[in-house]
């Protein structure tokens, strides 16, 4: 799932739109639930596995129609001239307008211990990112202690 910024924090910002991506690999949230039967816990490792194998496929598959999105606009807005009060405030759900289908000008941000909660390594979460963004162009930023401020 993909969640993007407010149109109205994106009008008002000078930053670059945020989107925050959320990866479900697990139907419970990384505990096991032996005293709570009604409240799911995680699923087991292999299964956390094979849905965060997934889970990033789909995520790369977003990333670039958001990229084809982003150079069809930039294509058309090249040959179409609107006058400037006709332009239109930014969209929530406008790419940024610097990536490409290949991922260039796209960043991902990732907290290193978030695949740990699921009884995944660090090695094999990269192992995974790897497979499904080998040749992508844009950034990835690993985290090892979650920024504060």
């Known amino acids: 799932m993909i969640i993007p910024q407010r149109a109205d924090v994106m009008c008002t910002s000078e930053l670059p739109p945020i989107n925050i ?3 479900f690999a697990s139907h419970g949230d990384g505990r096991r639930n032996y005293f ?11 299964k956390v596995h094979d849905q965060t194998d997934g889970a990033l496929a789909r995520l790369r598959e977003r990333l670039r129609d958001w990229g084809e999105l982003t150079e069809m606009k930039a294509a058309l807005d090249a040959t179409v001239r609107l006058p400037t009060a006709a332009a239109a405030p930014p969209s ?3 790419p940024n307008p610097n990536w490409t289908k290949s991922g260039r000008g796209m960043q991902i941000y990732v907290y290193q211990h978030n695949g740990g909660d699921f009884q995944m390594s660090w090695p094999e979460v990269e192992a995974l990112i790897r497979k499904h963004f080998a040749g992508w162009e844009g950034t990835w930023n690993v985290w090892t202690k979650m920024p504060v401020g």
């Open 36 to 46: 709570r039967p009604r409240r799911p816990g995680r699923d087991g490792k292999q």
């Open 92 to 94: 929530s759900r406008t």
């Open 21 to 23: 991506a959320c990866l």
